[in-house]
């Protein structure tokens, strides 16, 4: 058996949604009913840890949008996806930061074993813009905010953080010096575990460099990057997230199939920990066949051979 949790924001029910569109005044109430099952869910497929499914935020950025210093803008595409989310503009101190994401999480509703997911610096950067930072100034000024943000978030017993970096995945040209630097503020000293989760692009080209990040581990989506570029890899002192459950097809991923691949994977890369994950956020699939990936997802971190 190894372990599990999913990354990123869940999908709305059809209530839920016509609730959003009328802006129902029981709306806080309707999103926590609805939390509430998907971590009973969670807990139902015996997940390793469990994580707030986000119902009531719009995008993975929005709640930053609350900064003092920070302004609402265009509406911009996630990269090919038929989703959106909203620009923001920081024009200037970060001073408020720290409690953000930890404000519009339903903490009092998670078990211990809980995991959160956080947009990592470059990305973050990469999809926002300042007049006020320059070019590299930008993305560090964004990770010493997120470090206040996680160490928060440690203090109040999130074992795992999720470094959310589509931008280093997506993007042909990736400063990985910079990439270091940013991901240096955020985990220097930090107790929480941090994986670097990587989708929307194949970086079988990047692994090498990747695995130099100071972060506790990597983790892959099987879609994009082939499961033959992550084997040819030694993963020793590194953990390992398989983002093995496909939230882009409904079609339900064979459990012994799974199990067989997340096996091969296993042996071949010999990592220090190894996890089995959504490979991004189910919000792209149907309430009901989230349901189902989220049971298949743990019944084949079960079947799994430890690494």
Request: glycine share 4%; hydrophobic share 40%; aromatic share 10%.
């Amino acid at each position: 058996m190894i372990s599990s949790y999913t990354v990123g924001i869940y999908p709305r029910s059809e209530e839920l949604i016509e609730a959003t569109r009328k802006i129902a005044k029981n709306l806080p109430l309707l999103y926590l009913k609805e939390k509430k099952k998907y971590i009973a869910m969670q807990e139902k497929a015996k997940l390793g840890y469990i994580c707030d499914p986000l119902l009531d935020w719009d995008d993975i950025y929005r709640p930053f949008s609350k900064l003092k210093s920070v302004k609402l803008e265009a509406l911009n595409r996630i990269y090919e996806t038929n989703t959106f989310y909203r620009r923001l503009s920081f024009v200037g101190p970060l001073n408020d930061a720290g409690n953000i994401i930890k404000s519009n999480l339903a903490i009092s509703l998670l078990p211990k074993n809980r995991a959160v997911c956080v947009p990592d610096p470059y990305t973050f950067a990469d999809a926002h813009f300042s007049k006020n930072y320059k070019k590299d100034e930008f993305p560090k000024t964004i990770a010493k905010m997120l470090r206040r943000e996680i160490n928060n978030l440690a203090r109040s017993g999130f074992q795992i953080i999720q470094l959310l970096a589509p931008s280093i995945a997506y993007n042909p040209k990736v400063d990985f010096g910079l990439v270091y630097d940013t991901l240096a503020i955020i985990t220097r000293g930090l107790k929480a575990k941090t994986i670097l989760h990587l989708y929307f692009g194949d970086v079988s080209d990047k692994i090498e460099k990747l695995l130099e990040l100071p972060v506790s581990g990597l983790g892959f989506d099987i879609t994009s990057t082939p499961t033959s570029s992550i084997k040819k890899h030694s993963f020793a002192g590194k953990s390992l997230a398989v983002g093995l459950i496909n939230s882009y097809n409904t079609k339900l991923e064979d459990s012994q199939e799974s199990i067989s691949k997340l096996n091969s994977i296993i042996s071949n890369t010999k990592p220090h920990e190894t996890y089995v994950t959504t490979n991004f956020d189910l919000q792209y699939l149907p309430k009901d066949f989230a349901a189902k990936k989220i049971l298949r997802l743990g019944e084949i971190a079960r079947g799994v051979k430890s690494a």
